[in-house]
């Protein structure tokens, strides 16, 4: 079976794979299952050096933060980033 490919040549969905595994680890981390959200999240970095919600959810997860301050870390990291709070 052939796999279909976009008007660009590329194979669709496989371009935002590490979005995809992202939520995956995501998804496992907030489930408790810490085995599935790291191999998921691991598996983003790899496909996408640089992707830093999957590199900070990583982070965390190997510093035994737990998924609860998540949002927290990520709230503080875009103000270092950007130098100042959401709105």
Known sequence: MAI???S???TPGLCHG???LTLLGLTAWAADDEVTAR???HGACEIAPG???A???LENLNSRVSFDKLGET???KRVQRLGYPAH
Request: proline content about 0%; charged content about 30%.
């Open 39 to 41: 191999i998921a999240l």
């Open 18 to 20: 590490h979005r995809h």
């Open 55 to 57: 590199e900070l959810c």
């Open 8 to 10: 660009t040549g590329r």
């Open 51 to 53: 992707y830093l919600l």
């Open 74 to 76: 990520l709230r503080q």
């Open 4 to 6: 279909s490919r976009d």
